[in-house]
């Protein structure tokens, strides 16, 4: 059924169709799909304003394709989720593909009896339980466009989302489990309400049996309106461009913008790249360790595997709860043969006693996946020899929310695998590097990584939007797509990431903009100017440093103080973003490092969290070069 290069010669053979004819190459890949009407255009493009669509005139619903396609082939029974809870002694969860269909059916039919429908936008805060999956599948199945927001944001940061897309239901739980700690999501939901007038229904699904809150007049228990609704609902067809999902993402400037991906073109990439990226097979399970909450798990975890007709395993926890052999125990108890996580988890397992990952038995791992940030050459060998078993094939790879899908990465065992290298593209992918001046560099070479071509799961636009999606991807390399990252070829053609080079930081796998969390630290009454950079961080891969001047008057005389401040500025970042942008290090300094002109020297600021102030290079342009040495004085306790 899915179109997969099942040998390095089909592999080649792709490349080679593709590079010849890619619109012809990506309606081979399409004609595995099922379509309620065939499309007209192909692909339509200019990158100018710009303007993508994909597989035009064509009409499909996500859902019947995930779900009502294998139910039809015979493959009901087969499981489609294995839901993994939190706490290790309560049963892993199966849900088969006809089960899942009659649960994202009713589902849908709640949305229906409460207004919902084609168009709306439904924002899901939920931890990652089956009911988040059967919600996103619910909101396909009736054309309602979803809008996931991670369950570890602030009620700030939701409030900013909903408004921005103007959601009109919002789905949550009444708490959640996260390894040894919980959260009352209700009520960060009932929080960020008071200033989302748009939503009309708040569904609650009763996960955690705590109290909540109640406003009856718009809290709905999602299981009282499950008995209340039928099982019957059609999918709705869908035109090709109309819009899936809403995702959240951080960028260089302002608050997150809505990454905008649409019907055909997301589901015709999500399950061509899983396909062929994990080489899976019938019957084989798959684990991909990530939160829904993110483009990793929408793709996946939940299309991805599931139009192919996959098992695909859903966790609750994190790595380490109860001990950092979680991740390995479930695979030993699964037998996951495909197994996919982050580079921030393994750098952590990997700091871990050996034991933790000795004891079990992961013989039926195949492939084994990084996603997310760059995977350094030690936690890449710890990787493939104590966790592949020095056998299974290690796939890296490289993508972006906006992207969709994986672009650069090893198809299975048919790629060859160099350490801390994402490798070649995909099949029917065509990334550049470019320099300053937007040539186009050719051979070994060292740039900014672009894309010339369009592929079927692009961005769109950004909600709301469209100048600023011109504007950040479209505008810095005529003709061409910029990811914001920097990237080297070998001599070979592979690929390797080197990391943004926007202001962006990647702390963790987490994407944000410094901008953002320097707004959030600006917030603080005591806080004059800010300025935040990632530095290397040997588990989170980046760390968070904020230098901050304060008002007049305000630094504290003691050292009891200096630690209460830093907790508050800290506590500040948590409300209006939430606990994963909280920065690792709080600088108190009389002053930073600026240009004539006003512009903060960031590279310098870089240079002194890092630890590197020996190599300042050219600082004669600054204002007042003096600042630098306060800077680095300050630095000291961090380094030290
Ligand atoms: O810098 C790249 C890094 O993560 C960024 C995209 O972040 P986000 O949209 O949150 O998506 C993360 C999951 C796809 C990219 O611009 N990145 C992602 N994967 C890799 C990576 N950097 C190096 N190697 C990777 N495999």
Known sequence: MPFLLDSPEAVAQARQSAAVDFEAFWADVA????????????????????????????????????????????????????????DPADDTVAITYAELHGRVCRFANVLKSRGVGKGDRVALYLPMVPELAVAVLACARIGAVHSVVFAGFSARSLADRIQDAGAVCVITSDGMKRGAKGLALKAVVDEALAECPTITTNLVVRHTGEDVQWNTDRDVWLHEALTAVSGDCPPEPMDSEDLLFILYTSGSTGKPKGVVHTCGGYMVYAGYSFANVFQYQPGDVYWCTADIGWITGHSYIVYGPLLNGATTVMFEGVPTYPSPGRFWEVCEKLKVNQFYTAPTAIRALMACEPRFAKGHDLSALKVIG??????????????????????????????????????????????????????????????????????????????????????????RTTYGDHERCRNVYFSAFKGKYFTGDGARRDADGMFRIIGRVDDVVNVSGHRFGTAEIEDAIDSHPAVAECAVIGYPHPIKGQAVHAYVILKDGALPSTEEGITALRKEIGVQVNTEIGNIARPDRIQFTPGLPKTRSGKIMRRILRKVASGEHDQLGDTSTLLDPTVVDGVIAGAAEFLA
């Not at 294998?70 to 489609?80: E, F, I, L, S, Y």
């Not at 790629?415 to 994402?422: F, R």
């Open 31 to 86: 004609g595995h799909y099922e379509w309620m009407n065939p499309w007209h255009t192909v692909c339509d493009w200019e990158f100018e304003t710009p303007r993508v669509r994909w597989f035009d005139g064509a009409k499909l619903n996500m859902t019947a394709n995930c779900l009502d396609r294998h139910v039809a082939a015979g493959h009901g029974d087969r499981n489609a989720i294995l839901w993994e809870p939190n």
């Open 370 to 459: 990084s996603v997310g940030e760059p995977i350094n050459e030690e936690a890449w060998q710890w990787y493939h020899d104590a966790i592949g078993g020095g056998e299974c094939a290690l796939v890296d790879t490289w993508w972006q929310t906006e992207t969709g899908g994986i672009l650069i990465s090893g198809l299975g065992a048919h790629s060859p695998m160099k350490p801390a290298h994402a490798g070649y593209p995909l099949p029917g992918i065509s990334p550049v590097l470019v320099d300053g001046d937007g040539n186009t560099l050719e051979g070994e070479a060292e740039g900014y990584l672009c894309i010339d071509r369009p592929w079927p799961s692009m961005i």
